[in-house]
């Protein structure tokens, strides 16, 4: 009689080949995990063995954790692109702080305050904190999280919730990029973090995008109502009193800023009167806002676009930051 039994259930061979096989896959994977282990992929500081400085990547949701805590720097600013073009290494020869610029493109406020607090835990002394508070952090609600998620992964405490992360393709890129980086056949990003957008848009182009995102007006009742500038708030008030901090509002193109006694002046002005709250009575500090109408605002000359301004104003704003720090509330800003 004929046996019904298949050949690959009674050859030993083929159970052995099926126990290779998975033995190499838990292998290599293994060895991928040791390899993110001992280099790091996003110079977080949770892992890494082998001191690889700084990461090359334009992902700046995700670079903005090198530049975070890298101790030769004793002072940050945030924001969004519109703090893009301020110069950190302008401000660190007008003050002498050590400035690092931690702007990520599209970052909202609660994005923009987990890199705060990454920043904060890394530096045991710091030196000023700047602030470019674009129209998101005048919400009067908590928004939904929009577009791709941001890593806030990268910027917690935890070292498992980081390693869980580590096995794809983009930590496996990021591990060959610092590879590279390590053995010097890649240049790191700038450490100050300073990439100028007037390569993107040249200079004597306006484009008519990026309209800016002032949030829909709300019942008189609930105008005073902005749980981003709380959160912010809560963070300076823990603060030492000899950290200085400038909350500055970007400017944008005249056709943009709200015409007196319209309700959206209205929310403009109670927007800005919580952001000028956080820092009142503190030592240096000061609140200024851009968003004006003004010879400056209505060149075009002085835009690539409607909210994002060229290195003639970038400057204007250092100047005044520098001030501000140096003379808190009574400074002159110029502009």
Not at 29 to 58: F, H, Q, T
Not at 123 to 152: M, N, Q, S, T
Not at 253 to 274: I, M, Q, S, W, Y
Not at 316 to 326: D, F, N, W
């Amino acid at each position: 009689m004929s046996s019904s039994t298949s050949s690959s259930e009674t050859d030993p061979g083929w159970g052995r080949s099926l126990l290779a096989c998975l033995g190499t896959l838990v292998g290599a994977a293994l060895l991928v995990l040791a390899l993110m282990v001992v280099i790091d992929p996003y110079d977080s500081g949770k892992l890494g063995l082998l001191g690889i400085e700084g990461v090359d990547n334009r992902l700046t949701q995700i670079t903005a954790a090198s530049r975070a805590r890298d101790a030769n720097f004793d002072s940050a600013i945030l924001g969004n692109s519109t703090a893009q073009l301020i110069e950190p290494a302008e401000l660190s020869r007008a003050t002498g702080f050590r400035f690092v610029q931690l702007y990520m493109t599209g970052a909202s406020p609660r994005e923009q305050l987990a890199v705060l607090d990454f920043f904060l835990r890394h530096h045991r002394e710091i030196g000023a904190l700047v602030v470019a508070a674009d129209p998101g952090w005048c919400v009067h609600a908590g928004p939904k999280e929009e577009g791709a998620p941001f890593p806030y992964w990268l910027y917690d405490d935890s070292v498992v919730a980081y390693a869980v992360r580590l096995i794809s393709w983009q930590a496996i890129e990021q591990v060959f990029q610092r590879i590279s980086i390590g053995l010097g056949l890649r240049q790191r990003m700038n450490p100050d973090g300073f990439v100028s957008y007037e390569d993107i848009w040249p200079p004597g182009q306006f484009k008519q995008i990026n309209a800016p995102r002032d949030p829909a007006p709300a019942a008189s009742k609930e105008r005073a109502v902005f749980p981003e500038i709380a959160a912010l708030k809560d963070v300076v008030r823990k603060l030492p009193a000899a950290v200085p901090v400038v909350i500055i509002v970007p400017p944008t193109f005249a056709a943009t800023v709200a015409k007196p006694g319209t309700r959206a002046a209205l929310e403009r002005n109670a927007c800005d009167a919580a952001l000028a709250q956080v820092v009142a009575g503190r030592p240096r500090s000061n609140f200024v806002s851009y968003r004006v109408d003004n010879e400056l605002t209505r060149d075009r000359a002085s835009f690539a676009d409607y909210i994002h301004y060229r290195p003639v104003l970038a400057r204007k704003i250092e100047q005044g930051i520098a001030a501000s720090l140096r003379d808190g509330e009574s400074a002159k800003i110029d502009f």
